[in-house]
Nanobody, 124 residues
Framework: QVQLVESGGGSVQAGGSLRLSCAAF????????MGWFRQAPGKEREGVAA???????SVADSVKGRFTISHDHAKNTVYLQMDSLKPEDTAMYYC??????????????????WGQGTQVTVSS
């Protein structure tokens, strides 16, 4: 079993930055995909970014050039650096993980493991 614990959400003005962290606890697979989804009220859930255990990444077009995903193997932690934030980035952000390849940002399957979510609010 894998437990994901997110941190780093908060409120920021447009143009600002935040960094989300997701630490994985429990059994860690040698190969995996970890990433982030977000969901705003009244909108569908959106895959934001994902990273394979080998370091290859996928980022949604809506955040490309502004968000960067990275990982620290030693800490079993994935980060989402969010720069040039916009009000439309306001959402609950969820960390997700699976032992399968990312297939984009989990475009072909529902990840097995989820965090509780962390709120990001961007004011204009």
């Amino acid at each position: 079993q894998v437990q994901l614990v997110e941190s780093g959400g908060g409120s920021v003005q447009a143009g600002g930055s935040l960094r989300l962290s997701c630490a994985a606890f429990g059994y860690i697979y040698s190969s995996y995909c970890m990433g982030w989804f977000r969901q705003a009220p009244g909108k569908e859930r959106e895959g934001v970014a994902a990273i394979e255990s080998d370091g290859s990444t996928s980022v949604a077009d809506s955040v490309k050039g502004r968000f960067t995903i990275s990982h620290d193997h030693a800490k079993n932690t994935v980060y989402l650096q969010m720069d040039s934030l916009k009000p439309e980035d306001t959402a609950m952000y969820y960390c997700a993980a699976d032992y399968r390849h990312c297939s984009g940002v989990f475009s072909e399957y529902e990840p097995n493991y989820w965090g509780q979510g962390t709120q990001v609010t961007v004011s204009s």
